[in-house]
């Protein structure tokens, strides 16, 4: 399985999990320090799967390709995607990428996409393949600025965020459409409050707060993590569901429009090429 985001928080809860039942998991992060710190804890915990962990920066569509094609040749088959890469950018100006994109954009939703469509043809050579897109799926807050999906003119960095979360139910939405004879079940989960590191990329005092705020009300990231391997190891039927938790969400509402989901991968297409 290929995890990203695989050496911190959910992601690294989930890598560790798959470790101990004997998987080869794919751990994909952005941090030396914490890929080091991840192969130290399998080492020492003598966990029976294999590990391998990729340091890549998935704000760059470029080497999300890159990542792709060397799995699709070194790993033929794979099991499970599951996305969790993502650096909240909730303060500060607008940071735009090496390839023009904003940077929640690039890292959060449009990584997502290229490894999504991009690994394929190794899930579905897999008995029971099923993508995990790890977010907020069903929150109605934010939304898709059509007129300025970089945020050139009205950059604020909970916007950004909140656009990205909604990119990502849409993502979700549409795959199945655009996807019509795969036989790959897309999974959009919703953790709920859950204690990360999240706080560390925040400047202070806000830093301060939100660490005080998931130590009162977040749950532990072994907790967390437990519907979401359900859903993994048990797949639904339906080719599009959402998740908060052990709780099944309503596709049928606003945030996964099937129609709008299908205008922002046609967007998206044409920003990739």
């Known amino acids: 399985m290929v995890v990203t985001g695989g050496t911190s928080g959910i992601g690294k809860g989930i890598a560790a999990h798959y470790l101990r039942q004997g998987a080869h998991v794919i751990a994909v992060g952005s941090s030396e320090q914490r890929g080091a710190v991840l192969r130290a804890e399998a080492q020492r915990a003598a966990w029976k799967g294999k590990?391998?962990?990729?340091?890549?920066?998935?704000?760059?569509?470029?080497?999300?390709?890159?990542?792709?094609?060397?799995?699709?040749?070194?790993?033929?088959?794979?099991?499970?995607?599951?996305?969790?890469?993502?650096?909240?950018?909730?303060?500060?100006?607008?940071?735009?990428?090496?390839e023009g994109f904003e940077h929640s954009f690039a890292l959060a939703y449009l990584s997502r996409y290229v490894l999504s469509h991009g690994l394929l043809p190794a899930l579905e050579r897999s008995p029971g393949p099923v993508i995990a897109n790890v977010g907020t799926p069903g929150l109605r807050l934010g939304r898709i600025h059509w007129d300025d999906l970089q945020l050139t003119r009205r950059y604020g960095g909970t916007r950004a965020t909140l656009q990205s979360f909604r990119a990502n139910?849409?993502?979700?939405?549409?795959?199945?459409?655009?996807?019509?004879?795969?036989?790959?079940?897309y999974v959009g989960y919703h953790p709920g409050v859950v204690r990360t590191g999240m706080p560390a990329s925040q400047?202070?005092?806000?830093?301060?707060?939100?660490?005080?705020?998931?130590?009162?009300?977040?749950?532990?990231?072994?907790?967390?993590?437990?519907?979401?391997?359900?859903?993994?190891?048990?797949?639904?039927?339906?080719r599009f569901t959402a998740h908060r938790g052990r709780r099944r969400l309503s596709v049928d509402r606003p945030t996964f429009d099937t129609t709008a989901a299908l205008r922002l991968h046609r967007e998206t297409q044409a920003l990739l090429d």
Do not use: H, M
Not at 67 to 76: F, G, N, R, T
Not at 169 to 185: E, I, K, T, Y
Not at 214 to 236: F, K, M, S, T, Y
């Open 51 to 98: 590990l391998t962990v990729l340091r890549v920066d998935l704000s760059s569509v470029a080497a999300g390709r890159r990542l792709v094609d060397s799995l699709v040749e070194a790993e033929p088959i794979l099991d499970n995607l599951v996305l969790c890469a993502q650096r909240y950018r909730l303060t500060g100006g607008r940071v735009e990428t090496a």
């Open 203 to 238: 400047p202070q005092p806000l830093r301060a707060l939100s660490a005080a705020s998931l130590a009162l009300l977040g749950r532990g990231v072994e907790q967390a993590i437990r519907p979401l391997v359900a859903l993994l190891d048990d797949p639904p039927e339906e």
């Open 169 to 185: 139910d849409l993502l979700g939405a549409a795959f199945p459409q655009v996807r019509p004879d795969s036989a790959v079940r």
